[in-house]
């Protein structure tokens, strides 16, 4: 009895099987997917004038389309300081790239029925009752008065960054990024030994930015979100991505903190000084937090780490509609709720909008060129990566990178007009 009631809670929380069945990524050559290998080699031609010119030390780049992999290749050095090259596999902190993984964890909760997307968040979390939108600042002790806002935090708030919720230290308001400090709240990953349940229940007390819903201001909610996670499926954020995520999907270099066998792998952040690349130092995050420390914090909204690979794979479950490997993660119709436009007030003459996990581009965006085709859907990270994804077309390219303050680096919107250039068919 006992084994069979394991038996049926592992199953509870497994991903399902699928009748569909679309093959894990596979490395092919470019004419067998469409695609001009003259054309692609154009990538080769940016990225090693890139680093000649001193705008980025090295990087990852990686194309595919219709499952296949056309495109892998690494340039430069990982750690310019060591004359390390960079290599295909190595790892890189991927910050907001985890955001979009956050979402899916989301969504797969909401799709076993556990709650509503337009749930208060205090339902779940109550330090989020009765939330307060900032008012007035006081410059010597950076305390703050607020008034009552005019609704709760949704669950699609906090996935839409429409909650009101700031971003402290990065913020483009130097009164919240002194409120956050002054609060001690995480933004990114840490060393020190803290908590989500901890960062998410000082973060409830903090004013928004405005009342929730009326404006989209990029900030913390997915880190509300990856302790909602926890609170509702009852496990650690980590195990919970891990088992419902990159495990089925075969995503074996994806973590918040590296084992000590990969750790070699992690690409240093390196800042421009003097004509050469040197290591990041520590300000108000510590860049070796994948590696060492407390590793006690999973940042839902910039936390992981990953490989080029990794992140293709994950890309590729959404471009197959939530299936990868007979494997089901999402349902289809959840894929295209998750594209959808949940606030088009908001985005009214703009080239995209933000869905429930990505940034699309719309038929203006794709009119306009070089954002890839209606759709299409992409983001980055903190520490200059880069990925998107052409549903379309059925293209995904991903670009990595780990620098600070790389003013002159153009690769990033180069790279997504070379990738779609290259399709030939």
Same mark, same amino acid.
């Given at each position: 009895?006992?084994?069979?009631?394991?038996?049926?809670?592992?199953?509870?929380?497994?991903?399902?099987?699928?009748?569909?069945?679309?093959?894990?990524?596979?490395?092919?050559?470019?004419?067998?997917?469409?695609?001009?290998?003259?054309?692609?080699?154009?990538?080769?031609?940016?990225?090693?004038?890139?680093?000649?010119?001193?705008?980025?030390?090295?990087?990852?780049?990686?194309?595919?389309?219709?499952?296949?992999?056309?495109?892998?290749?690494?340039?430069?050095?990982?750690?310019?300081?060591?004359?390390?090259?960079?290599?295909?596999?190595?790892?890189?902190?991927?910050?907001?790239?985890?955001?979009?993984?956050?979402?899916?964890?989301?969504?797969?909760?909401?799709?076993?029925?556990?709650?509503?997307?337009?749930?208060?968040?205090?339902?779940?979390?109550?330090?989020?009752?009765?939330?307060?939108?900032?008012?007035?600042?006081?410059?010597?002790?950076?305390?703050?008065?607020?008034?009552?806002?005019?609704?709760?935090?949704?669950?699609?708030?906090?996935?839409?960054?429409?909650?009101?919720?700031?971003?402290?230290?990065?913020?483009?308001?130097?009164?919240?990024?002194?409120?956050?400090?002054?609060?001690?709240?995480?933004?990114?990953?840490?060393?020190?030994?803290?908590?989500?349940?901890d960062n998410i229940r000082k973060l409830?007390?903090?004013?928004?930015?405005?009342?929730?819903?009326?404006?989209?201001?990029?900030?913390?909610?997915?880190?509300?979100?990856?302790?909602?996670?926890?609170?509702?499926?009852?496990?650690?954020?980590?195990?919970?991505?891990?088992?419902?995520?990159?495990?089925?999907?075969?995503? $074996?270099?994806? +973590? &918040?903190?590296? %084992?000590?066998? /990969?750790?070699?792998?992690?690409?240093?952040? #390196?800042?421009?000084?003097?004509?050469?690349?040197?290591?990041?130092?520590?300000?108000?995050?510590?860049?070796?937090?994948?590696?060492?420390?407390?590793?006690?914090?999973?940042?839902?909204?910039?936390?992981?780490?990953?490989?080029?690979?990794?992140?293709?794979?994950?890309?590729?479950?959404?471009?197959?509609?939530?299936?990868?490997?007979?494997?089901?993660?999402?349902?289809?119709?959840?894929?295209?709720?998750?594209?959808?436009?949940?606030?088009?007030?908001?985005?009214?003459?703009?080239?995209?909008?933000?869905?429930?996990?990505?940034?699309?581009?719309?038929?203006?965006?794709?009119?306009?060129?070089?954002?890839?085709?209606?759709?299409?859907?992409?983001?980055?990270?903190?520490? $200059?990566?880069? +990925? &998107?994804?052409? %549903?379309?077309? /059925?293209?995904?390219?991903?670009?990595?990178? #780990?620098?600070?303050?790389?003013?002159s680096d153009n690769t990033g919107w180069?790279?997504?007009?070379?990738?779609?250039?290259?399709?030939?068919?």
């Amino acid at each position: 009895m006992t084994f069979l009631l394991i038996v049926v809670s592992v199953a509870a929380v497994a991903q399902t099987k699928s009748v569909h069945y679309s093959r894990p990524l596979t490395t092919d050559i470019p004419e067998n997917a469409g695609m001009s290998s003259e054309r692609l080699s154009r990538i080769d031609s940016i990225c090693q004038k890139a680093i000649k010119n001193g705008d980025v030390p090295g990087m990852v780049a990686l194309v595919a389309r219709n499952g296949k992999i056309v495109y892998h290749k690494a340039f430069g050095l990982s750690d310019y300081p060591a004359n390390k090259p960079m290599q295909k596999d190595d790892i890189f902190r991927i910050a907001s790239q985890t955001k979009a993984i956050t979402a899916t964890a989301v969504m797969i909760l909401w799709e076993e029925g556990r709650f509503r997307l337009d749930d208060p968040v205090s339902k779940y979390i109550p330090e989020f009752k009765n939330p307060q939108v900032f008012s007035t600042f006081n410059e010597s002790n950076s305390t703050w008065t607020g008034t009552p806002a005019n609704k709760e935090i949704t669950i699609r708030h906090l996935l839409t960054h429409t909650s009101g919720i700031g971003y402290g230290a990065i913020d483009g308001d130097k009164s919240f990024q002194k409120i956050y400090r002054k609060a001690g709240i995480s933004d990114l990953g840490t060393t020190e030994k803290i908590t989500v349940k901890d960062n998410i229940r000082k973060l409830a007390k903090m004013p928004l930015h405005h009342n929730p819903g009326e404006k989209y201001t990029y900030g913390e909610g997915l880190d509300v979100l990856g302790y909602f996670v926890e609170v509702i499926s009852g496990m650690p954020f980590d195990q919970f991505l891990k088992t419902r995520i990159f495990e089925p999907l075969g995503m $074996n270099d994806t +973590y &918040f903190y590296l %084992p000590d066998n /990969k750790a070699s792998r992690l690409v240093p952040i #390196q800042i421009p000084a003097n004509g050469k690349w040197v290591h990041y130092p520590v300000t108000f995050l510590d860049p070796d937090y994948p590696v060492k420390g407390a590793k006690s914090y999973f940042s839902g909204g910039a936390g992981l780490c990953s490989t080029a690979m990794d992140y293709a794979t994950f890309l590729q479950m959404y471009l197959n509609g939530g299936e990868l490997n007979h494997i089901r993660i999402l349902s289809r119709t959840t894929v295209q709720m998750i594209m959808k436009n949940q606030f088009p007030e908001l985005w009214v003459e703009k080239p995209e909008y933000y869905g429930l996990a990505f940034s699309v581009i719309n038929e203006k965006g794709g009119n306009l060129g070089g954002m890839g085709s209606v759709n299409s859907f992409y983001w980055g990270g903190y520490f $200059n990566t880069s +990925y &998107f994804a052409d %549903p379309n077309e /059925k293209i995904i390219g991903i670009l990595m990178k #780990q620098t600070m303050d790389a003013k002159s680096d153009n690769t990033g919107w180069q790279y997504k007009i070379l990738v779609e250039s290259a399709i030939d068919d």
